[in-house]
């Protein structure tokens, strides 16, 4: 939050992406069995996610750069609670995905997109953008408390990527002809966070999507928060 | 030959660095790896589309694109070497010490080339073990290569006027965007044809799809649109190749 | 080579609105050390920026080794060997390395770059670290090797842009009788920018003092120093009710000027008669706690030019040099 760039890529990269797939990819329409006609309002899920996993990186840099300069034990030296501590790390992180949503959500509607869960859906939307910046972010503020490295956090961009490409991401699972990829894609849990945004873009309510979704959501955050908060305690400890 | 061996003493440094440093040389090699795993696996399906008509399948449709897709890359990455030896002070060691300084860009250049050489190796190898069809004849595939070739030195020239003219790896994006946009506004996942709407604009002025278009003819064994894709990469080498120089005066002038 | 090893006429170097070289003229002749004295941001860097053929002047001409900078480049660097103020080194490669890699960017033969490279690292002291990667080095061995790196090629003239900079004493009187060395037994001529006035003192033949993009002052050390003032002596009696008739006993040899602590004249001649004084001082029975000849230094060359002394320049233009970010050091 505290660099231009760090606002701006997470915003302009899925967008970008976005463009470009839902362009080349638009023929996958055609195939039987694909569940909309329109390959943006399908893909629209990516960038929610996508710009949710740039922010990991940058809850994570921020707070490794705070480690590095010696910012956080001055932190940690005035009463705060350590929740409190994460919290603030994370608000700005939160406040960030919010930021992102509304813009995808505006470029969705601006090129056609119809949301088959209606307004109540949007909210449900803005819930669920909500949850997996926390989710992610704790992540990040994990790595950054346990390596106290702003390039080990940004090591962690590949292996990200890797879980983003080997998902449902550009097709749905059960069109998936390569076994090994669509097991891959089934085991992987971002394929659930994707299909909870896109049900309520092209399905309306599927209970099972959106409880996966959240749930998921809600484990990552669980137990990235509660490892976070234990490293903080340790790093405080030092 | 002075020229020459400054180009030689400045390729053999890049190397030497890219092969002795884990970091540096694996994200050239894994990323190629897999772009290919995600578009050949993940995409297959699309073969089934009404109209895409490559007749080797999606894996050999997806390699060829993967494959000049690291060439250009190869390029980016070396320019990411360049503005960090400017960044760190040893692109003035050059400077002073090659009696002739094109020397300089022409050992990158070879650098970038090397270093490409052996992703390529990696992941024709990898393509071929999970069942890459080839149809092209050996000339064929001369040509497929050859057009790889020239989008490294493009996309290397390119990176390298950029590095020469801010001379810090805070260009990095400056210099990775425009290819990314470049490649990715080509016919990637789908053939030309299947294109629709604005990116199907879009595609037919860029450069890159004559390129991509002919790669996926030659390893077909039916090359298309082969004098206009050698035509259009042989433009760009030659614009980036002044842009490159213009870059080195820059920097020479900057101190 | 005939003339002058490195000549230049009206050399100038803007930086946007900043004139960091402005107007230089100087004369370097063959076999010479010549100490480039000044404080940061002066304009010494810029200067050997120029020379070196790293940066292209704003005006004037500058030749070396009789080549021009601007139109003969590359003759220009195959002839001088250039330390710079960062020893801009490849962490990743070994000294070694770095000494082979300098030998093919000057296209040396590959067995000559071998037994170069030996010869070398053995001549700075770093043959046992030759095979270690760089970003193990201490500073003083990055000096050492950068040093050996400018002499790869044995040129004829070497530029050593504060070579010193931030070494121990050791490192830093090793480097001195290295130039020494190479001046008197390979004839090689040396300009050496500096800020400390010992080394200039020490190693230079002859002195340029720079400030602000200007040469304020140029000769010899000992003709510099002499052209600002006389050498003082100053007494301190052991008694201090003493004062006075120690005054009176060495006004005989000078002029008295101030000290703080005893009594002190200004010689009237440059060569010091310090043995007069003592026995002087001895025949009229005075007993003295503490006699000092002071000799004029180059920091009084500098202040007597500038009107500030180097060290207090040093920090001022520091404080200026904020606000400069394209100007080199």
Partial sequence: MRQPAAVIAPLVFPILLLAVNSGGLKAETQLPGFPTNSFVAFALAVPFIQGALFSTMNAGTDLARDIQTGFLNRLTLTPMRRLAVLGGQLGGVIVLGLVQAVVYLAVGLAVGVRFESGPAGILVLFAFAFMVSLAFGSLGTLAALRTGSGEAVQGLFPAFFVFLFISSMNIPRNLIQVTWFRDAATANPVSYLLEAVRSLIIVGWNAEALALGFGICAVIAVIGLSLSSWALKVRMAR | MKTLAVARGVAWRTLHNVFTNPSLLIPSIVFPLFFFTAFAGGLSRIRDVPGFDYPLGYTSFQFVFVLLQSAAFGGVFTGFGIARDFEGGFARRLLLAAPHRSGIVLGYGIAALVRWFFTATVLTVVALAVGMNVGGSGVDLVGLYVLAVIMNVAALLWACGVAMRFRTLQAGPVMQFPVFIVLFFAPVYVPLGLLRGWIHSIAVVNPVTRVVEAGRGFLAGSPTEVGFAFGAGLALVLGFSLWAFRGLRKAEAAG | ?329
């Avoid at chain 3, 003229?25 to 070196?52: C, R, W």
């Avoid at chain 3, 003709?223 to 004062?243: C, F, I, N, Q």
């Avoid at chain 3, 001649?269 to 005075?286: M, P, T």
């Fill in chain 3, 1 to 329: 080579m005939d003339g002058p090893a490195i000549e230049a006429e009206g050399l100038v170097r803007v930086f946007k609105k900043t004139r960091a070289v402005d107007g230089i003229d100087l004369v370097v002749e063959s076999g010479e050390i010549y100490g480039f004295l000044g404080p940061n941001g002066a304009g010494k860097s810029t200067t050997v920026h120029m020379l070196t053929t790293l940066l292209p002047p704003t005006a004037g001409t500058a030749r070396v080794n009789g080549y021009d900078v601007v139109h003969q480049g590359p003759q220009v660097r195959s002839s001088i060997g250039a330390a710079l103020q960062e020893a801009a080194l490849d962490p990743l490669l070994t000294g070694r390395e770095h000494l082979r890699l300098q030998a093919s960017l000057q296209g040396m033969p590959h067995d000559i770059r071998r037994r170069r490279a030996d010869e070398l690292l053995h001549r700075v002291g770093l043959s046992e670290a030759g095979d270690r990667k760089v970003k193990t080095y201490s500073g003083g061995m990055k000096r050492r090797l950068d040093l050996a790196l400018a002499l790869v090629h044995s040129p004829r003239i070497l530029f050593l842009d504060e070579p010193t900079t931030g070494l121990d004493i050791q490192s830093r009187t090793a480097l001195w009788d290295e130039v020494g060395r190479l001046t008197r037994d390979d004839g090689v001529t040396v300009f050496l920018t500096t800020q400390y006035l010992e080394e200039a003192d020490v190693l230079a033949d002859r002195v340029g003092i720079i400030d602000h993009g200007h040469i304020v002052a140029e000769g010899t050390p000992d003709e510099l120093k002499a052209s600002v003032g006389r050498p003082t002596v100053e007494v301190v009696p052991l008694d201090a009710g003493e004062h006075e008739r120690a005054a009176a006993i060495i006004a005989r040899f000078g002029d008295p000027c101030g000290s703080e602590h005893g009594v002190a004249v200004r010689l009237r001649s440059s060569e010091a008669d310090l043995a007069g004084i003592v026995r002087a001082l001895d025949a009229e029975n005075l007993k003295v706690e503490q006699l000092q000849l002071h000799q004029p230094s180059l920091d009084d060359v500098f202040l007597a030019k500038t009107g500030r002394s180097l060290e207090g320049a040093a920090e001022e233009e520091e404080g200026e040099r904020g606000g400069l970010a394209m100007e080199p050091a």
